[in-house]
């Protein structure tokens, strides 16, 4: 009898154990804080897109996940200066300083992992988000681990959500190796590209035309109109256009979760 209980014991540790590392999300964010132009300008603090990283964030931590960041190097991310504009926070105004407080004070954002240290702990992870902005496509896209990391989560089948510009790191993996060949894909449009460029950023980055790319690798891409709240999944793959599309991406990823869950007898 002695026996028995210890390994009844032993058993529902060791399940909440595993239930425990399995209720963790990680993100994925940039720490580039300069994108250099064609016209031999430079778009200064650029990084993550705030909105798009904390809308999420705030999502899946009321869902009762916990949050991991990691960034190349282990680097504090960087915020674009773009993404405080009231304009991207629209019916949230109230969540900017709410945003700008999280970002100068908690210690997890302030002490992210390495990229390195989040593939070698993959499988405490019930799914990935990485948030948009112009920072990505310096850091991210270069860095082996993201590809690694990425198709980590797309052989498990765990919910994987690239905002806006993150598609992009799909791109990032060759096509003899990448699963997301034929899965339909949205991402910042062409248009979206070309405001950004000619009004925000004063200039044409080296890496762009993402859209275009992505067809060209193989992958079925979607879109909605500039500003629109457009997001689309396939199967894990969740990805959304731009900074008005949060809610649509949220509400995809969050069933994303949630189906996963189940499966696992999680959430």
């Known amino acids: 009898m002695r026996t028995r209980t210890i390994f009844i014991t032993i058993f529902l540790l060791t399940a909440s154990f595993l239930k425990a590392q399995e209720n963790k999300i990680l993100f994925v964010m940039s720490a580039a804080k300069e994108l250099h132009l064609k016209n031999g300008k430079t778009y200064n603090q650029t990084g993550v897109f705030l909105s798009e990283f904390y809308l999420a964030y705030k999502a899946v931590v009321d869902l009762g996940y916990v949050v991991d960041f990691a960034t190349p190097e282990g680097m504090v991310s960087s915020i674009d200066k773009e993404s405080y504009d009231l304009t991207y926070w629209k019916g949230k105004e109230g969540l900017l300083q709410e945003a ?4 100068n004070s908690n210690p997890k954002f302030n002490s992210p992992l390495s990229l390195e240290s989040a593939l070698q702990n993959i499988n405490e992870y019930s799914g990935i988000i990485v ?7 310096v850091d991210l896209i270069q860095d082996k681990n993201m590809s690694e990391i990425l198709k980590a989560f797309s052989q498990n089948k765990k919910p994987i959500g690239l905002i806006c510009h993150g598609p992009a790191l799909i791109l990032s993996i060759p096509k003899a190796e990448n699963p997301f060949i034929g899965y339909k894909v949205n991402s910042v449009s062409g ?19 993402i859209a275009r790319q992505l067809k060209k690798l193989g992958l079925d891409y979607k879109h909605g109109k500039p500003k629109q709240n457009f997001a689309i999944r396939d199967r894990e793959l969740i990805t959304s256009q731009n900074p008005f599309s949060n809610e649509a991406f949220i509400k995809l990823y969050i069933e994303a979760l949630k189906e996963y869950g189940i499966k696992k007898g999680g959430f």
Request: charged share 30%; glycine share 14%.
């Open 100 to 103: 700008k407080d999280f970002i």
């Open 131 to 137: 948030p948009g902005g112009q920072g990505l496509m």
């Open 191 to 209: 248009f979206e590209e070309f405001y950004i460029e000619n009004f925000v950023m004063k200039g044409r980055p080296y890496n762009r035309k």
